[in-house]
C-alpha cells in the first residue's frame, strides 16, 4: 500500500545524507535479527522468518546484505531498513529514523523544511515502483504465463527455481491487459500517480505489455523497471520514462574491488549466474540498461564505493555498436576527474569477447565458463590497445601502412593518453604496442604521449589548443 504519505512523513525535512549516514550505521541484517530468526548465506542473500504474517519458517522472507533490501515471497512485505522498523513497530517514518539514529548514536539534526513536490515525487516512485516489481515478479510464475519462463530458460538461459538469479533479483512478467493498473488500484494508488511514474499510459493502459522484467534497485530502492519484449515488438528495451537510474546491480559495487560492466542486464544476469555457480566471488557485474546514460556520476559512483579495477565487457557484435559503447564509456572515465572525498580512480580495462557475442551469448551458445570467463577478464586490455586493434582491423588493407593511416589511427587513440600517466607499467608495454602495429619507433610514440600531455596541462591554464593528431619524430 501506499507509504503515510507520499513522502513517508517527515522523510522530507531531512537531508539525504543525514538519512544514508543512519542507514549505513544500521546493516539491515543486524537490525532485522533484533526482531526475528535470520539464516546467514555464504551468497547474496539470507533468510528471515518473516515477521510481517504468521510462520515459523524460512520458506519466503529474504534479506539482501548488499543492497540494504527485504522482502517476502508470502506476504509481499519489502523495503529498506527504514521501512522494515516503521511496520514492525508500526510508527511513523521519522520515528523509525530517529529510532534507527538513537540505535547507531547518531544525533539527529532539527529541521522544520517544508515537504518539496519533487521528494514527493520521489517517494511515490520507489513505492509504486516496488509495488509493480513484486507483483510483475508474482505474475512470472503464474501457470498461465509459462511463455516467460520458458523464455528465460531457452533464450537466456537464465534459471528460475528456488536460490536462482531470477529470485533474487525478482525477475517479473509484464502481462499487460491492465493487470497493474486494476492491482494498484486496489493498493490504494491512483491513475494520476501511475501515470506521473509512467507505469500507464495516456490511453490508461499497462505501458509494460507481454515483458520480461528485471527491477533495477538502488540502496534497497526500486528505482526504475527494464522491461524485455518477448512477442517481437519493435521496441525491444523499455525503461520508465523520465528516471534516470537505470544501474543494474550498481549496490553490489559497494566494497567491491573489481567491477564489470556490462550492457544488458541478461548479460549480467548470465554472468553472475555462472560465477555463483562457480563459487567465484570476486567481481561485481553490473549493467548499464543503455550505454549512452553512462555518464561523469557513475565515475564519481564506483570511485566512491572503492572501484580498483573496472573491466569494461561490451557486446562484440557485427555493427561495431559495442565497440564505439566501449570507446564512449573509456572517455568517460578519461575526462572525468576523480580525487578526494574518498574517492579513487580505477584502472580501466577492456574485455575482448568472441566475435558477434555479447555476455548473455558467450554463456548460452559458445560454451563460455566461469573460468573461460575470468581468464577473459585477466586478460583483459588497456582501452588503448583495445582501440588501436579495433581500428588497425578496421582499416583498408595496406591503409594502415601509409602516413595518413597512421595519423587516423593516433587521432583515436591520442584522446586517451591521459588514463597512461597513472599505470607507468601499463605505459611502457602500450607504447612498445603502438610502435611495433604502426611500425615507427618506441621513441616517437613517448614524445607523441608526453607532448599530449603538456598539451593537455596547458589546456587546463590557458585554454584549448588547436591542432590535428601527428607522430612526433625523433
Known sequence: MLPDDLSKEGEAEMQDDVIEAIRDANP??????????????????????CPFHTTSTFDAGKIVPAEGFFYCFNCGAHGDVFEFVRRIRSISFREAVAMLAERAHMALPDSTEEISPELQLGRLRD???????????????????????????AERG??????SVTEDFLLGYAEGKDSLKEYLMSRGFTLDQMKRVGLINKQERDTYFDRVVVPIRRRGRFVNLYGRSISGSKIKHLLLSDIGAAFFNADAARGT?????????????ATIQALREAGVRDYAVTALCGTQKFGQGDVHMLARFGAEEVFIAMDRDANNAGQNATERIAQVFQTTSVSGNGERRAAVRVVNLPDNCDPNEYFLERGGTARSFVKLLESATHPIEFILESRFAAMPKGRAATVTGKLEIVGHIEPYFGMLKYDPLRMEIVVRKIAQMLQVSETSVQRTIMNHAAESQAREVEGPVIRGPRLVGR
Open 28 to 49: 539491515i541484517e543486524d537490525v532485522i535479527r533484533e526482531y526475528t530468526r535470520v539464516r546467514e548465506h555464504q551468497g547474496k542473500n539470507w533468510d528471515m522468518v
Open 127 to 153: 513505492a509504486i515502483i516496488g509495488e509493480a516489481a513484486h507483483f510483475y515478479h508474482g505474475r512470472l510464475h503464474a501457470p498461465e504465463n509459462g511463455e516467460a519462463i520458458a523464455y528465460l530458460e
Open 158 to 163: 537464465i534459471h528460475t527455481g528456488e536460490g
Open 257 to 269: 574491488k573489481k567491477v564489470v560492466l556490462m550492457e544488458g542486464p541478461f548479460d549480467a544476469l
